[in-house]
């Protein structure tokens, strides 16, 4: 049996160092990490205090201080997390539409390889 490609599966095996290339140059660029701080674990740092400050904003923060991350609904943490994940991942795919854009304008067209129909 086939094995289904789940939502967090790249498509393109080795492409994960490029995708956190992007997202560590995106992320400066939004002011999400301080310029020269490209380092995983900076990231991570500035996602956590950026996590806090949504939750602070949608009045959720006393309640995760009180009960743990682990106890929250999923619709809270859902809340957060497309809070900042709109932030990251809109600008992400814009950058990587317009990469495509100029690829495809440089190389005059599609590639000429495979079926011409």
């Known amino acids: 049996m086939a094995r289904r490609r789940g939502a967090g599966d ?3 095996p080795g492409a994960q160092p490029g995708l956190d290339r992007l ?3 995106v992320a400066q660029e939004i002011g999400l990490l301080p310029p020269g ?3 995983p674990h900076a990231y ?3 996602l956590d205090r950026q996590k806090w400050e949504v939750a602070e904003e949608l009045g ?3 309640r995760i201080r009180q009960v743990g991350w682990g106890e929250m609904t999923t619709r809270d943490c859902g809340a957060i997390g497309g809070r900042l994940g ?3 991942g809109g ?3 814009r950058r ?3 990469l495509a854009e100029q690829q495809l304008a440089g190389a005059g067209g599609p590639p000429t390889t495979g079926p011409s129909w």
Do not use: C, H, N
């Open 96 to 98: 990587m539409i317009a």
């Open 86 to 88: 709109g932030r990251l």
């Open 23 to 25: 997202k560590m140059e």
């Open 60 to 62: 959720l923060a006393d």
């Open 91 to 93: 600008q992400m795919v």
């Open 37 to 39: 701080a490209a380092s």
């Open 44 to 46: 991570d740092a500035a």
């Open 10 to 12: 790249l498509l393109v």
